[in-house]
């Protein structure tokens, strides 16, 4: 059960910074509703414009002022052109974000229920999970619960203070993993790397090392270095073909190579 809801808690934090990391869909409505608002503002003086230049034509009797009212008419048109196609910008934006969310989450389900065939499958690891003290298992589910409530700053705090107060224990790996994965809840990227490479050097043979290398590849491509976190899904593919985390690693490939071409 433990193993279960931290994973599910894990993933749900993986997907919140990832779709973040993409496109920050929320702030794009945001944009949006304002942009509306001053569309609908643009429409309103318009109208008044025309109303203005009508009456002004009505009594206009030469040719100059008549070009220099119909430029007025043209430039009007053309702002609210442009407000259009930032609305429409806007609109595919927040809609391939949520698509986007809903492969994450497809993709973090199918993860999830393969996990737990293979532990329902495999009962002589189930002796192992006994080797965790009850001591253990409270701070590290205390810690755990930070990550439910979205207090990421304490989930740090309380995950490290785990690790130096069960510095051998077999959750070790999976406490350092939502230490990197509570500061991409923060949105602090480079600590969120930093904790993950620390996780990869102290326990390369975790079965949490695959995924704190595609938390590390989704924070190079949140900070804009595609390059990089491209470099650490073929590292991850090599180092860890099996893995779960690779079928997404060939995914974001694949993706990044179809934004190429």
Known sequence: MLGRLALLVGCAVAFNAAAQGLFDDNEARRRVEVLRQEFTESQRQVAEQLKKIEAALAGASDRSALIQLATQVENLNNELARMRGQLEVLGNQVETADRRQKDLYLDIDTRLRKLEQTRE?????????????????????????????????????AMQGFLVTYPN?????????????????????????????????????????????????????????????????????????????????????????????
């Open 169 to 261: 224990s077999k959750l070790a790996p999976n406490a350092q993993y939502w230490v990197g994965m509570a500061h991409s809840g923060q949105r602090d990227y480079k600590s969120a790397i930093a904790a993950q490479r620390k996780l990869l050097a102290a326990w390369p043979d975790s079965e949490k090392a695959p995924d704190a290398m595609l938390s590390i590849a989704s924070s190079q491509e949140t900070m804009g270095d595609r390059k990089a976190s491209q470099r650490t899904l073929e590292e991850l593919l090599a180092k860890y073909p099996k893995s779960s985390a690779a079928a997404s690693a060939k995914q974001r490939l694949a993706a990044f190579s179809k934004s190429k071409g």
């Open 121 to 157: 499958s495999a009962a002589p690891a189930a002796p192992a999970q006994a080797e965790v003290s009850e001591a253990e298992t409270r701070a590290y589910q205390a810690a755990l619960d930070q990550f439910k409530l979205g207090n990421y700053a304490l989930a740090v705090s």
